[in-house]
């Protein structure tokens, strides 16, 4: 303690510096965070809604602070420093705790408010709406955060914390300016195993899998409801705004009751919603209707706008029919964004189930489409260099590669009996030595000798079953245990830095040389992965490989083709490639949306944002000479009607 | 292209009838109008087709068949209530008028929201042709289907429509509307045929073991509607029965009552497009699913000699 209190001292000394953009750490929460208080002067401030105590390893109650933002606001921050300079308090000083801190909690702690997005089908365009929106809120200097109460997606990520959530809550957070994406955005994964079964996580734990009956029958009325509320109420006891995802439609009325996912999460938040439709698709109009007709009331009620999303071509051309829809609806039409150019990465949506080929570029890279195939947004980066990269399922198109990649998978067992069925593993046989073979998670599993499962863990029953050879690996799959973890990693001959994830059920003995040597601190002598340099074969349990260049490099550099020879400062970081999209996202949305409505909704006039300092809007004008964006300044309507007509 | 296929499919040859207007993209907004086989007009942006003129020339084909063949089974296009595109509509609405053609709505569960797909196109149909809307079919459905049984009795209640079945998602091929254009000479050749009809039979077999009733489809298509009574009164057919369609019994009282007051000029303005759709108030308390409610009619309508909001019985 005493530490700390030298460190505080130091703080009060310094006074209100800001950002501080110099630390290595930079922001270690949030982008435009006050960073005067590293060390909180209210430690130990014992409050639940801030913080919450956990037992230490000797088996103290420790108070846990680290999900707290309280002292990173500018508001907070400049009130406590000018009562520390009215009372002339020292760090240690009993009055932060018993004078300041509830003052500064009184004028300046608020509970969230939820703002929800609902798709009137999958594929509406929600996860970019909220990653748009998140954008939109923190450039005006608002702390918000994502939240999806569940998700199906084979895509997932890792938390710092090593808990997994879905891809696209992942990404959110990235648009939020958050740091640390955490398991309270998205506390119920689901991730299906095949047509009919999935594996439930529960706050990052598998928990366990259930069937469509089962997930809605048990798994919802006993837990989810539960789930819901203590995860947003985490959210919104430290963020100024929410904003929510809903899940596939909210008017499924065959299980509307049970569906956690869309208004009764609004509800449990009381989130005003947004209606988004595919207005690239046939029947948009049908879809709107159909769904606000199938809500029942109390929740139609909820529905503050409509958003059509995706438009392709000319947007005017939509305006009659928008305005009829307002008139038919009463509800109001509150953005027509076209369609946007935007390299972020998916979910795994049905654009990619029909994907065969992207990119026209000189390096061929093959993936094998396995039929279990999970987070394929691995491959990303790769689409930034010079490539033509084919998602193929037969033993010709595996052939023509100047690069294979064997990915990620929910079940390897069954998938590489299938990469036996279809001929694809004697190609690969063949192509062994001739081309660079890169083999992530289940697919570095699959390129061992053996695999086991002596409890049907993977395959239903107990398999042995022999792997490809090309590594003298054996990986087996003892209990329900799963590896969520963030790993920081080089390359061995010093060659740069790695940066992934694990996600994977199932070890490996390793008896190969390491692809990698672990950086994080703590893990002196850890390695990760197999290479066979000479054969130009390599394995990893890493997602995220391809997101720093210098692994990048490395395996585009072995493929043949004209791609390999790209120019080191052609490989750019996937993260910052992902950032820049994400403002392209929100300058689409600001430009298609009526911004004076979304102000009205999310009640802007009533909530002072937590960073004075806000990011200037990318468009270049500042925010209070910008009108509301949109058809015209009232938006669609001519009149401003916004009471449904179903009210009685 | 896709009449041809379906043409086979009825062990016939493809004529220019089964496809009377075809309309060809040449790229930058402008295209080519065939009718019935040649070349009738250019289009560009600012010009339109003359709907009339080209809807008779659609209705003398259509008589053709009707004349040659037992059954004639139409494809619409895209969705039938496109707001934007309705007043010029010929594929869909534009023959159900002008031939009373009784129609079936496919809906695609694998998005999603399939429930308020169908039930949105059916409230935004013209209320002169919506009585022709006679059933529902739930395609590409993936998993156990008892889950939707609920979710297909509202439906059903809400728009008196008749579930004729749930199809699975199929991996079957069928070849694409454009692919094959591009393909040239692939048109008539024994194999490709012969492939797309043993496709089509697995796809029946399948569709028929999840409870696709294809003597439904015959039934409707038998009850050709008479385009001259198309406003009728499905209460006064004795189509729809308190009992069995309680909620659309009460729906379809209503709307005959606000189509009354709307020709009396009680209510709030002239309207060209469907009336607001009336909205269902469940009873508080009651699981969504029940059919206890009642109707809220639309704001600014007073149906005659009748309180505001009506009461289910």
Partial sequence: ?648 | MGQAFQAWACGIEPTADMNPVLVKPLGGGRMQVMLRGELFMHVGPGTSIPKDEVMDRVCESYDLLCRDYDRVVCEGSGSPVELNLMEADMANIGLMRARGVPAVLIGDIERGGVFAAVYGTWLLMPEDVRPLMRGFVINRFRGDASILGSGIKKVEELTGMECLGIVPYNHLRFPEEDSLSSKGGGIGSGSIQEGFVRNLDELIASAEETGLDFSRFDEISSARGDPDRLNHDPIADGRIHRDRHPIHYEYERLRVETRAACRLGRCGSRRRFPPLPLAFEPEAHSPSTSSAGRFIPPEGIRPINRPVAAECA
């Fill in chain 1, 1 to 648: 303690m005493d530490s700390i209190k030298a460190k505080v001292s130091r703080e009060i000394a310094a006074g209100d510096i800001g950002p501080d953009r110099k630390c290595p750490y930079h922001p270690c929460h949030f982008r435009g965070q006050n960073c005067s208080f590293c060390y909180c002067p209210f430690y130990p401030c014992g409050d639940e809604d801030l913080g919450h105590f956990v037992s230490s390893r000797r088996g103290e109650r420790i108070w846990s602070c680290d999900d707290c933002l309280f002292c990173h606001r500018d508001g907070v921050v400049a009130f406590a420093y000018g009562r520390i300079r009215e009372l002339g308090l020292e760090a240690g000083d009993p009055r932060f705790l018993s004078e300041v801190f509830p003052e500064a909690k009184r004028r300046f702690w608020h509970r969230g408010r939820a703002l929800m997005v609902v798709g009137a089908t999958s594929d509406a365009g929600k996860s970019f709406a909220v990653a748009a929106l998140c954008r939109i809120f923190m450039r005006r200097g608002y702390l918000v955060a994502p939240f999806k109460s569940q998700n199906m997606s084979l895509n997932s990520r890792v938390t710092v914390r090593g808990a997994e959530i879905a891809m696209a809550q992942s990404l959110q957070a990235q648009a939020a300016g958050l740091r640390n994406a955490d398991v309270h955005m998205n506390p119920i994964l689901l991730k299906p195993k095949g047509d009919v079964v999935s594996q439930v996580v529960v706050e990052g734990e598998p928990f366990a899998d259930y069937d469509v009956g089962g997930y809605y029958g048990e798994f919802v009325p006993k837990h989810a409801r539960e789930i819901v509320e203590r995860n947003m109420g985490h959210l919104l006891g430290r963020y100024d705004y929410v904003i929510m995802e809903g899940a596939g439609s909210p008017a499924e009325i065959n299980i509307y009751d049970r569906d956690i996912a869309n208004m009764r999460a609004a509800e449990i938040a009381d989130a005003d919603v947004l209606l988004t439709v595919n207005a690239e698709w046939g029947g948009s109009f049908a879809y709107v209707v159909g769904t606000l007709a199938l809500m029942a009331p109390r929740d139609r009620a909820r529905v503050k706008g409509i958003i059509l999303n995706n438009i392709r071509g000319d947007p005017s051309r939509i305006h009659p029919g928008a305005e009829e829809l307002e008139r038919l609806t009463g509800v109001p039409v509150v953005g027509i964004i076209p369609h946007l150019d935007v390299d972020l990465p998916q979910e795994d949506s049905e654009a990619f189930r029909r994907a065969g080929s992207r990119g026209s570029g000189g390096t061929r890279i093959t993936v094998v489409k396995l039929p279990r195939i999970a987070n394929f947004t691995d491959i990303d980066p790769l689409y930034l260099q010079d490539t033509t990269v084919d998602f193929v399922e037969t033993p010709e198109g595996v052939l023509a590669a100047d690069a294979i990649i064997i990915p990620g998978t929910k079940n390897t067992i069954r998938d590489l009996e299938w990469l036996k069925e279809s001929g694809i593993a004697s190609v690969l046989g063949e192509m062994r030595g001739r081309v660079p073979i890169l083999g992530i998670c289940g697919g570095y599993q699959m390129m061992g000798v053996a695999l086991h499962d002596p409890n049907g863990i993977e395959g239903g029953e107990p398999r042995d079953l022999e792997g490809l050879g090309f590594f003298d690996n054996e990986s087996s799959w003892e209990g329900y245990a799963k590896i969520t973890r963030r790993r920081h990693c080089e390359l061995l001959d010093g060659g740069g830095d790695v940066e992934g994830y694990e996600i994977h059920m199932g070890t490996t003995e390793v008896r190969e040389k390491p692809l990698f040597k672990v950086t994080a601190i703590g893990c002196a002598d850890e390695f990760e992965g197999s290479v066979r340099e000479d054969e130009m074969l390599y394995g990893t349990y890493l997602h995220g490989v391809f997101d720093k260049p210098a692994f990048r490099r490395l395996f585009m550099s072995k493929a043949k083709g004209r791609g390999g020879e790209a120019e080191p400062a052609d490989l750019e970081d996937y993260d910052e490639h992902v950032d820049r999209n994400l403002d392209i996202l929100a300058d689409g949305f600001e430009k298609g949306l009526d911004m004076g409505a979304l102000a009205r909704i999310a009640g802007w006039g009533e909530r002072v944002p937590c960073c004075s300092w806000a990011r200037p809007p990318a468009l270049g004008r500042p925010p209070s000479t910008r009108h509301t964006a949109g058809i015209s300044p009232r938006g669609v309507r001519g009149s401003s009607r916004s009471r449904p007509p179903t009210s009685p």
